[in-house]
């Protein structure tokens, strides 16, 4: 089973709400990572966390903030965004995230975000 | 630095003929490589990854590519397309930053099947 979940699939909101994004998997990956896609563009990384730590931020603005509560789980929470955060936020995960691993990432299926 | 470079931003194809996705890569270091599909409003998914032994690496979907270091190349191939592989396609990178890895990607090619 190679599958990352993510919740919600759609989610709008204003410039002063505060949501959430969550990403989930069970594989027994202890690596895991948001990523932000524009239209037509590749997806862009944003947080790396490995064995719950956060390993690499992407120079990503404050109102984007991660969590790893544990293993499995990987929540981005959302405040005070503007409309050009609107993107799909993408979720994935793999083995180990080290240098010295042939990893391989796992993708979700993404978040597609509005912000109004 | 390591990078990918993808020569095509589209490629036109017609139902049951071949074709090559290019991708480039610049490194001066061991590399991993990879390729993905994205569907119309989906995530990415694995078509194949290069990460040692044999050069021709085979994927889902009756995709393969070759591994060739002289010409820093990984380009994709599918010998007879269809429909259903209409998508936009990355190739992507390993680079090691911190400590950690992260995926560097092409800026996509996107693919389309013409009946």
């Known amino acids: 089973d190679t599958e990352v979940t993510q919740t919600p699939k759609h989610l709008v909101m204003g410039m002063t709400n505060k949501k959430s994004l969550k990403c989930e998997q069970h594989m027994g990956h202890r690596a895991m990572y948001w990523y932000k896609q524009k239209a037509k563009k590749p997806p862009e990384l944003m947080f790396v966390y490995s064995y719950e730590k956060l390993s690499i931020n992407e120079s990503v603005p404050s109102r984007f903030s991660p969590e790893c509560p544990n293993s499995s789980l990987l929540n981005l929470h959302l405040h005070a965004l503007q409309p050009e955060d609107s993107a799909l936020y993408l979720c994935a995960s793999s083995q180990r995230g080290l240098a010295g691993n042939t990893d391989t990432q796992y993708f979700g299926p993404g978040t597609r975000l509005t912000v109004l | 630095a390591q990078s990918v470079t993808q020569l095509d931003s589209q490629v036109p194809v017609f139902e049951e003929a071949p074709v090559e996705l290019r991708c480039n890569y610049s490194?001066?270091?061991?590399?991993?490589l990879f390729w993905y599909v994205q569907y119309p409003n989906q995530g990415l998914q694995l078509l194949l990854k290069y990460l040692s032994g044999s050069t021709l690496v085979k994927g889902i979907n009756g995709f393969e590519a070759e591994f060739n270091k002289s010409q820093t190349s990984f380009h994709l191939r599918k010998p007879s397309v269809h429909i259903s592989d209409t998508a936009e396609y990355f190739c992507?990178?390993?680079?090691?930053?911190?400590?950690?890895?992260?995926?560097?990607f092409g800026q996509g090619t996107r693919l389309t099947i013409n009946p």
């Open positions: 992507a990178v390993t680079l090691i930053i911190q400590g950690a890895q992260k995926l560097v």
């Open positions: 490194s001066s270091v061991s590399v991993y």
